[in-house]
């Protein structure tokens, strides 16, 4: 598909990431980059907006717009961001504990509000930054030193979430599956509205456990469907390691006024005819 | 903390540990039933020290992880009016986010505790000392005490708690991120039984019991709100009291004694720093050099900051031509606190000393003995100006 300007280099910064090696978020660092040239998107109409955490890091690897945010408030920037520069293709980049614990309100807001724009979190089951406590996505026994014995308690289900909440797109996928990751990130930016793809992205220095992550992910034997009550049912029986589109749904996407009505006041006074 | 050589009081067991392992020793001796909390650096040794001694059985605590430090100290606050005793601990934006139940816990007169590692608050993001973060809740009717070192952290943590209880306010403690929180030196940790002794059990005043019958948090008129504020002042009125009798209690027990104020060679002095947290450390050496030099130099460091032991830094500086006020934290528009504070305090009294205000380590940047050294030497003839002064960081 690559007959384009731009490259997968061109999308990223001069700045080392300084992530453990070994750690899933050099692949989706890689995948982001490689789908932004599939896009054919000049890195100056790219924003990559994030909050706190390993994960969040990643604006200041790629040559586009960034902020690094605050912690679990990537979502409620990134809207800010995309309202008043509709133009811009926005790409939010967030982990499990930054999404789903401190930020877990917003997601559920940002799904039902339905904005355009491309949600990605990688999910390590496990807070990376703050050296390995568990997060909302850990499994209720995994013992270690700070989660002795295990939490006991229930994991945050992203995907039931995600469409429960009205997600226009629903997704999964493994950081090391860049090939399937990169075409699914592609699918997500071109959908119009929220898009959402959790990608399972292994922490190898708090979990090293998820190193076998690359033998047990496997695609999902079902085909995407643009039916929600389908979607659901289909997530009953997800194992939470199948990957691939889950859900494109057809909702219209918020619109923001912001440039309209700054630009043109035909379009105010036509709002305020009674 | 002021030794008492003169006191054969007993010492417990002498340990080598960081000054965040040290706050948790203290809440482990002070026997928190509840205690929640969200991991942010440079506070995690903390959580972690807490984890480990309670699944070694040493920590009886219900210890939750809520999703954020908003819910932590949501959590604390009923987990204390109905009863409980409660610890927690965060830094810098951990302790921000919490702003507005910080409010909502003092006006609720839940006595938490809470510790806090002082780190610069974003943006731009950075992990280093500056006590801006802990500086600005000072409205919020939380008592602030710093600790200079890890024994101090540990010893005011169980002070706190009698102190909370005591006067039925939050008690928050803090203490500088690295220079104090990952610093290793050797710790007194006293026996249970001699906390045990200085702080009893929690009998709190309001509970959930049908028979008392009350509920909290309701909308009030003006005037009872405005009477929240007096009960609250008045509650204020009594810390330095009350802390001034614990830490004498406290040092007759361990020998360590924390004043509201601690003095160091003030008595005769031309010359004196005033001071909290780590920085009295560095002033301290800097006073022993400079006296050897020939100048008569002494050190104010402030262990109480809220409420302003004022009366006590009057008489302090009562006679003393110069003051220096080492700030590590800055008031963007203003000042350092700790000058605003102090000269606020001296206004309107006879008091003559020229009080100057040194922006000295905002950021976190080094602030070498030396520097301290010729900072004395350049400012004790200078005419005070009326703002905040910079001092270039070590090497600039
Ligand atoms: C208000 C606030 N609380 C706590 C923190 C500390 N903190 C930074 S990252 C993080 C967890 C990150 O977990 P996750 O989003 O899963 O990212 P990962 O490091 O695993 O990629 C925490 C608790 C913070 N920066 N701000
Ligand atoms: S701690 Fe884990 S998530 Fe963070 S960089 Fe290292 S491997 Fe990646
Ligand atoms: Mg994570």
């Known amino acids: 598909m690559n007959a384009n300007a731009f490259k997968a280099k061109d999308y990223k910064s001069d700045v080392t990431p300084i992530w453990c090696p070994g750690c899933g978020d050099y692949h989706v660092l890689m995948s982001i980059t490689k789908a932004m040239a599939d896009l054919n998107r000049d890195p100056k109409d790219m924003a990559v907006i994030s909050g706190i955490g390993c994960s969040s890091r990643i604006p200041a690897y790629t040559n586009c717009y960034g902020f690094h945010g605050v912690h679990g408030r990537s979502l409620a920037l990134a809207s800010g961001l995309k309202v008043s520069r509709p133009d811009l293709t926005v790409l939010v980049m967030s982990g499990d504990g930054d999404g789903y614990s401190i930020g877990g309100n917003h997601f559920l807001h940002a799904c039902r509000r339905n904005i355009d724009m491309t949600y990605i979190v990688m999910d390590n089951r496990v807070y990376g930054m703050t050296k390995g406590q568990p997060s909302p996505t850990t499994e209720p026994d995994w013992d270690s030193a700070l989660s002795p014995g295990g939490t006991g308690l229930s994991p945050f289900q992203p995907l039931v979430i995600a469409l429960a909440s009205g997600a226009n797109f629903v997704a999964r996928e493994f950081s090391g599956d860049i090939k399937n990751t990169t075409k699914t990130i592609v699918e997500a930016v071109n959908h119009p509205g929220f898009s959402f793809v959790e990608i399972l992205s292994p922490c190898v220095t708090f979990r090293p456990d998820e190193r076998a992550w690359k033998g047990a992910v496997h695609r999902a034997s079902v085909d995407e469907t643009d039916d929600p009550a389908r979607a659901a049912r289909r997530i009953l029986t997800d194992d939470g390691l199948n990957t691939g589109i889950l859900y494109r749904g057809k909702r219209a996407p918020y619109q923001a006024h912001v440039k309209d009505e700054a630009g043109d006041a035909g379009i105010l006074d036509a709002r305020f005819k009674v | ?396």
């Open chain 2, 1 to 396: 903390m002021k030794d008492m050589p003169g006191t054969d009081a007993p010492r417990g067991a002498l340990r080598l540990m960081s000054g965040n392992h040290a706050v948790a020793e203290g809440a482990r001796l002070a026997r928190p039933e509840v205690t929640p909390v969200y991991p942010i650096t440079p506070q995690t040794p903390i959580l972690e020290k807490l984890t480990e001694l309670q699944s070694a059985g040493e920590f009886v605590t219900e210890m939750l992880t809520p999703e954020s430090e908003h819910s932590v100290m949501a959590t604390a606050m009923t987990a204390s009016l109905s009863g409980a005793r409660v610890f927690t601990a965060t830094s810098s934006q951990g302790l921000m986010l919490m702003h507005e139940l910080l409010h909502y816990a003092a006006g609720a007169r839940a006595t938490i505790v809470m510790f806090n590692v002082n780190r610069t608050p974003a943006s731009p993001w950075g992990f280093w000392p500056d006590q801006l973060d802990s500086l600005s809740q000072r409205d919020t009717g939380w008592v602030q005490l710093y600790s200079e070192s890890p024994q101090d952290s540990l010893d005011l943590v169980i002070q706190a708690f009698r102190l909370a209880e005591r006067v039925r306010l939050p008690v928050m403690i803090s203490h500088d991120a690295f220079y104090v929180s990952h610093a290793v030196e050797p710790v007194d940790v006293p026996a249970q039984d001699l906390v045990d002794g200085f702080l009893p059990p929690f009998e709190a005043e309001f509970r959930l019991d049908p028979d008392i019958g009350r509920s909290i948090g309701a909308p009030v008129d003006q005037a009872t709100w405005n009477q929240s504020r007096r009960d609250m002042a008045e509650a204020m009125g009594r810390v330095i009291a009350e802390f001034t009798r614990f830490g004498a209690q406290w040092g007759r027990l361990t020998g360590r004694v924390h004043a509201p104020l601690q003095l160091y060679r003030t008595e005769d002095a031309e010359i004196v720093f005033v001071t909290l947290g780590s920085l009295a450390g560095t002033a301290r050496v800097a006073v022993d050099m400079l006296r050897r030099a020939g100048m008569r130099a002494g050190l104010v460091k402030l262990c109480l900051f809220r409420p302003l032991p004022a009366e006590a830094l009057r008489s302090a500086l009562d006679g003393v031509p110069v003051a220096l006020v080492l700030d590590r934290n800055y008031s963007v528009g203003t000042g350092g606190v700790l000058h605003q504070e102090l000269k606020s305090a001296l206004h309107g009294t006879a008091n003559a000393t020229r009080v100057h205000g040194l922006l000295t380590g905002v950021g976190g940047v080094d602030v070498p003995v030396e520097q301290l050294v010729d900072l004395a030497q350049e400012f004790r003839e200078r005419v005070p100006e009326n703002g905040p002064i910079w001092i270039d960081g070590h090497g600039r």
